[in-house]
C-alpha cells in the first residue's frame, strides 16, 4: 500500500501521541503531521453530541485539501442524572470524504469538579487545581487523576482511534 499522509487536529501530545501509536502499530508507515483545526464547538463541551461534532470538525478542517487521512479529537462532558461525564469522541476523515466516527471511555466526575464546570469553567485548568498539578491535559488527562493513573489520556484516545482505523480498514479490504 502506498504510504498514507496523515494529520491530526491538535498540538496536544496526548492525542498526538495517540495517532502514532496506532499507525506505528498498523505499521502504516505514515508520517503524522499535527495542526492547528478549531473544533467549531465550544472550548468545553457539554453534551455526547457537541463532543462528537467538535471532533467531527476538527477531523475536516485538518484533511486540509491535502492530507489522505485527518484524525480529529475531542474531550467533553455530558450530564447522566444530575451527574457530569467525562467523554471522549473521535472522528477520522478521508479526502474522498468519508466520515468515521467513534467515543471512547467515560466516567463520571467527581461533585467538586463539575460544581466549577457548570460555572462555566474548562476541565483542564480545573483539574490542574484539583490534582495540584499543571498542564494534566497534555499527558495523564483527568481519566488519569480519576483512574489513579491506570488508564493516562493518551492511552483512552490510542482506543478511540483503533476504533477509527479499524473501521477504516474494514472499508479498505
Ligand atoms: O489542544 P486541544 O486539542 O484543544 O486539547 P484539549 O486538551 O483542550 O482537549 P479538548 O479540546 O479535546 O477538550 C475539551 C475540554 O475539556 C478539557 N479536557 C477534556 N478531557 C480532559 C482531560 O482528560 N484532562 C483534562 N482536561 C480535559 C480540556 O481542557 C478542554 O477544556
Ligand atoms: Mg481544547
Not at 478542517?61 to 471522549?88: H, I, P, Q, R, T
Not at 493516562?152 to 484516545?157: D, G, S, V
Request: aromatic share 6%; net charge negative.
Amino acid at each position: 500500500m502506498k504510504t498514507l499522509t496523515v494529520s491530526v487536529a491538535s498540538k496536544n501530545p496526548a492525542k498526538i501521541d495517540a495517532v502514532s501509536a496506532v499507525l506505528e502499530k498498523l505499521q502504516l508507515g505514515a508520517e503524522i503531521v499535527p495542526v492547528d483545526a478549531g473544533s467549531g464547538v465550544s472550548a468545553q463541551p457539554f453534551s455526547l453530541e457537541e463532543t462528537r461534532q467538535g471532533a467531527v470538525n476538527r477531523a475536516q478542517a485538518a484533511l486540509l485539501g491535502k492530507y489522505d487521512l485527518a484524525f480529529g479529537l475531542e474531550g467533553g462532558v455530558y450530564v447522566l442524572e444530575e451527574s457530569l461525564y467525562l467523554c471522549n469522541w473521535g472522528a477520522l476523515a478521508t479526502k474522498e470524504g468519508r466520515i468515521y466516527t467513534a467515543a471512547g471511555a467515560q466516567l463520571p466526575l467527581p461533585e467538586r469538579i463539575s460544581e466549577q464546570l457548570r460555572a462555566g469553567r474548562e476541565l483542564g485548568p480545573v483539574m490542574d487545581e484539583y490534582a495540584g498539578e499543571i498542564g494534566i491535559r497534555h499527558h495523564k488527562g483527568a481519566i488519569g487523576i480519576l483512574t489513579s493513573g491506570l488508564v493516562k489520556r493518551n492511552e483512552m484516545f490510542e482506543h478511540i482511534v483503533e476504533l477509527l482505523a479499524g473501521q477504516f480498514l474494514k472499508d479498505s479490504d
